[in-house]
């Protein structure tokens, strides 16, 4: 395990520890799908039923559903601007009720209690900074607004997100609403660890989140 500089415990950059990094827990009881209190929302698309006529008149009027993707699972990540090009692999909940984090610097990871990207809702994916050498969110902090992230899933399909801001948030100040709460509109978090290391718990102080939400296919 590569331990940081001085200098690199002390400023607050997106920095993983090797010896694990704590995200934050969703909520243990997700209950009625609101913001607030749903981990991962399904997002069900309401079936239109047109009646049946003989010889219809006047053609039914257009009815309103649901935008985004069914789900699939995702298998490939990338981030031109900060170098990621990343497979993907599955994350869950630890016996604590966080969430588990990769066992290593690559790949990333994404949670399996989520929608998936393209869904509605947020799609959550952690990955390592620091392990025997930078990881795979070791650049994740110069994200800036705008930035491209793009979702390759296993049912072909890519998904285009952008950046809307990056935060820093103390773990026990880390935001579980605003992560996993719901959306009406597919979103994506990338979360990692920052902030100070703290040689006692071996862990970083802070985490460092992504938010970016889904950019509509040009027509």
């Known amino acids: 395990m590569r331990r940081p500089t001085a200098t690199v415990a002390l400023v607050t950059v997106l920095i993983l520890a090797a010896s694990g990094c704590a995200i934050g827990s969703p909520p243990a009881d997700p209950g009625p799908a609101t913001a607030s209190t749903t981990a991962a929302p399904r997002v069900v698309v309401p079936q239109v039923v ?14 309103a559903v649901p935008t985004g993707l ?32 990769p ?34 969110f070791y650049n994740l902090r110069d994200l800036v607004p705008d930035d491209e992230i793009r979702v390759t899933r296993a049912d072909g399909s890519v998904v285009v997100f952008a950046v809307t801001v990056l935060e820093q948030f103390a773990k026990d100040e880390f935001p579980t ?25 071996g862990h970083y102080e802070d985490n460092i989140v992504a938010f970016a939400e889904v950019v509509p296919p040009a027509s």
């Open 70 to 101: 069914g789900r699939s699972v995702p298998v490939r990540l990338e981030i031109p601007a900060i170098g990621v090009d990343s497979t993907l692999m599955d994350l869950g909940l630890q016996a604590d009720g966080t969430m588990e984090v």
């Open 50 to 63: 047109v009646p049946q006529v003989a010889e219809p008149t006047v053609p039914p009027a257009p009815v």
């Open 177 to 201: 609403d605003r992560v996993y709460g719901d959306l009406d509109v597919a979103g994506l978090r990338l979360i990692t660890c920052g902030g100070s290391f703290n040689r006692t718990t």
């Open 103 to 136: 066992p290593e610097g690559f790949p990333a990871g994404w949670y399996t209690g989520a929608p998936t990207p393209g869904e509605i809702g947020p799609a959550v994916i952690a990955g390592h900074v620091d392990w025997t050498g930078p990881g795979v």
